[in-house]
């Protein structure tokens, strides 16, 4: 089991910067992949980003690439979301998701909302 809490939402104004946090609660997360999914009011949930941790392997979605990285703390088993230039569609509620070796992500955090401003 590993629970995932989020962190670092809020409102911010279009081209300006946010980072979000995931601090799971788990012995080690080398045998994990850790991501981020986004999901907007009326739309379905889309992938962000995700980062193999014992490697730091990272990929991410098309809307976001070049925009969008992410860290991680291993001390702290913590996940970082930083996102830059930041547009009016990037308005979501976030969450920080895990799987293993499968395609399934069958842990999910409770979500950080993004809202983005004129």
């Known amino acids: 089991q590993v629970q995932l809490v989020e962190s670092g939402g809020g409102t911010v104004q279009v081209g300006n910067s946010l980072r979000l946090s995931c601090t799971a609660s788990?012995?080690?997360?080398?045998?994990?992949?850790m991501g981020w999914f986004r999901q907007a009011p009326g739309k379905e949930r889309e992938f962000v980003g995700s980062?193999?941790?014992?490697?730091?392997?990272?990929t991410f979605g098309d809307s976001v690439k070049g925009r969008f990285t992410i860290s991680r703390d291993n001390a702290k088993n913590t996940l970082f979301l930083h996102m830059i230039s930041l547009k009016h569609e990037d308005t979501a509620v976030y969450y920080c998701?895990?799987?293993?070796?499968?395609?399934?992500?069958?842990?999910w955090g409770q979500g950080t909302q993004v809202t983005v401003s004129s």
């Open positions: 980062i193999t941790w014992i490697t730091g392997s990272t």
């Open positions: 788990a012995g080690s997360l080398d045998a994990y992949t």
């Open positions: 998701a895990a799987r293993g070796i499968t395609f399934i992500w069958p842990y």
